[in-house]
């Protein structure tokens, strides 16, 4: 059974250029979150989607960032018009059923490593 | 005050030490816990939940105190292996995300 999946594992754009990062949950998880990591920095929440569905996306900047989970296919994070600021490691992770206030264990997938030149 | 709170260390101690991690949480009315453990440039991985009553998984004991929204984290006999940043997460009331802590980051030292 294969955990998080998450491509490109490392990814170099130039200011200016559009990044595009993929996200493959577990198998049978409808949820994903999406996170972003800067060096030396804690997680910071970005998106919480299911399946064709924005649940929450407050910790997502309002431009230049956007996300999706169409109903066949993996999550997409896009950035558009990537800046050096953009610089940092980007998880994913998935789960079974959505928070709701319930107990929910959330598996990360290995990341993907932005680097804007 | 920030929503989960953890001292970030460096915790460097010998192998074979106990070592306890702290955490606190602001919203009173947070539901669920947990550890995960972070290796240097990888990704987030669970720990252990954190249960009202605590708990305990071999070398590891982790204990909630709600009154105080005081979580802590207890590794006795520490390996090398060991050594990696403890995130310390909580889950707020509703359908909120996990809020994780930046971590504390443990060296264990031959």
């Known amino acids: 059974n294969a955990g998080v999946m998450q491509n490109p594992r490392h990814l170099v754009r130039r200011r200016g250029q559009e990044a595009r990062l993929r996200c493959s949950p577990m198998k049978g998880h409808s949820h994903v979150y999406w996170y972003r990591q800067l060096p030396e920095e804690g997680l910071k929440f970005m998106v919480y989607l299911q399946k064709e569905n924005i649940i929450d996306e407050s910790g997502m900047p309002k431009e230049r960032f956007s996300a999706e989970f169409p109903k066949e296919g993996p999550s997409i994070l896009r950035i558009q018009q990537v800046v050096r600021g953009d610089s940092a490691a980007y998880f994913c992770a998935s789960s079974l059923v959505g928070l709701a206030g319930v107990l929910h264990t959330q598996y990360f997938g290995p990341g993907t490593r932005l680097t804007v030149l | ?110």
């Open chain 2, 1 to 110: 005050r920030k929503e989960v709170e953890q001292d970030p260390g460096p915790f460097n101690v010998p192998e074979g030490a106990t070592v306890a991690f702290n955490c606190t949480y602001s919203n009173s009315a947070s539901q669920s816990f947990f550890w995960y453990r972070q290796d240097c440039r990888k990704e987030p991985k669970l720990l252990m939940s954190v249960y009202s009553s605590g708990n305990e998984d071999g070398r590891f004991t982790a204990q909630l105190n709600r009154a105080s929204q005081y979580i802590s984290l207890l590794i006795r006999d520490s390996k090398l292996s060991d050594s990696a940043t403890y995130l310390c997460v909580v889950n707020p009331p509703g359908n909120t995300p996990l809020v994780f802590g930046k971590g504390t980051r443990l060296s264990v030292i031959a």
